[in-house]
């Protein structure tokens, strides 16, 4: 099941929590304790910077899957509705921004993190994604991921009842979104086991995977799905939905709604949808998410962040997608894909 470490930072109080939940999350992910220690430090760092600055934020620590085989890392995001910084590069340098506080700095949790990266938007806030594996894994997380995500659970649940999963190989990207009916343990078991049949059924298309899912889903109480399969070598994706999951192409300079199928997978009979295809270019990105974000979120803006990672691309969704006061009311998971050449032809 998806376990989902989350800690709301309203005040400096809650800075050892965050520090708690990334010790516990490393450990739980087979971790040594030189790389907890890292891990606990970035989340005590960005914890009291987000007291400090932006008058609190959200910690969420989970594991990070890689999509080209069974690697894991802990991936922590802090996010935040603060002023946002004017200047990252200064921010990142040693001392800048910990006065008074742990001495560490943004600079040396990028240092000691396999990977880290930070956006800020003047006046939206600020979100920073960092990422720790285990030595022999470590060269798969160390750069920027192009398929990735985040989960944030409804408060005080422990497990989310969404699901994300990726699957690469050939040149093809499978991405998938469940979300179980409802929330708590039964939702979680369901999107988990329709994360579990996608990694594990490579090649299929996304309607075939969807019929597997009806069936496997029938034992749960179903779920809702998104499945993209992404052919960058034909410049081609292709989606099928079922339920109300969100998903917003953009491709030739402009945003596309993508339309699922009104149903619940593994409930009742289902007419899997015709699968929908569409153009796939450099600078291209695709982003799915649950209804845990709100029906008023619009994707306008978002393609600037299509050279960032793609858990950075999700929290920022995130975060500009509501605000501080507003109550969550589900749990909410965004996945981002975004295409592996940039617009200039160089590689990332």
């Known amino acids: 099941m998806t376990r989902v470490w989350e800690v709301e930072v309203r005040d400096a109080t809650r800075v050892p929590e965050a520090a708690r939940a990334a010790g516990e999350a490393a450990r739980g992910l087979g971790l040594d304790e030189a790389r907890t220690a890292d891990a606990v430090l970035t989340a005590s760092e960005l914890a009291t910077n987000m007291c400090r600055y932006a008058g609190g934020g959200r910690f969420v620590a989970e594991a990070a899957h890689e999509p080209w085989g069974r690697a894991r890392a802990l991936q922590m995001l802090a996010l935040d509705h603060g002023p946002g910084i004017p200047d990252v590069s200064r921010a990142m340098e040693d001392g800048f921004s910990t006065a008074d506080s742990l001495g560490t700095g943004l600079g ?131 989606f099928c939905g079922v339920g109300n999951i969100g998903a917003r192409l953009y491709s030739g300079g402009r945003w596309e709604t993508l339309l699922s199928r009104p149903g619940i997978v593994g409930a009742f009979s289902l007419r899997t949808p015709l699968p929908g295809r569409y153009e796939w270019s450099p600078g291209d990105m695709l982003v799915l998410h649950s209804d845990g974000l709100p029906s008023r979120w619009t994707p306008a803006g978002t393609e600037r962040l299509r050279d960032r990672d793609a858990a950075v691309v999700a929290g920022a969704v995130f975060r500009d997608s509501g605000s501080a006061a507003r109550l969550m009311r589900d749990d909410t998971s965004i996945a981002v894909a975004t295409h592996t050449v940039r617009p200039d032809g160089e590689g990332r």
């Open 108 to 238: 040396a949790c990028a240092r000691v993190a396999d990977f880290f990266e930070l956006q800020s938007s003047p006046g939206r806030g600020t979100v920073a994604v960092a990422r720790f594996a285990r030595p022999d894994e470590r060269s798969h997380f160390d750069t920027r991921a192009v398929t990735g995500g985040v989960h944030v659970p409804l408060r005080d649940h422990k497990r989310s009842g969404d699901a994300l999963a990726f699957r690469s190989g050939a040149g093809r990207r499978t991405v998938m979104l469940a979300d179980g009916l409802g929330h708590g343990d039964a939702a979680a078991e369901a999107s988990t086991l329709a994360a579990r049949f996608v990694l594990h059924r490579g090649g299929e298309t996304p309607e075939a995977l969807l019929r597997g899912l009806h069936e496997a889903l029938r034992r749960t109480r179903g779920a809702a799905v998104a499945l993209a399969e992404i052919d960058e070598p034909r410049h081609r994706l292709t």
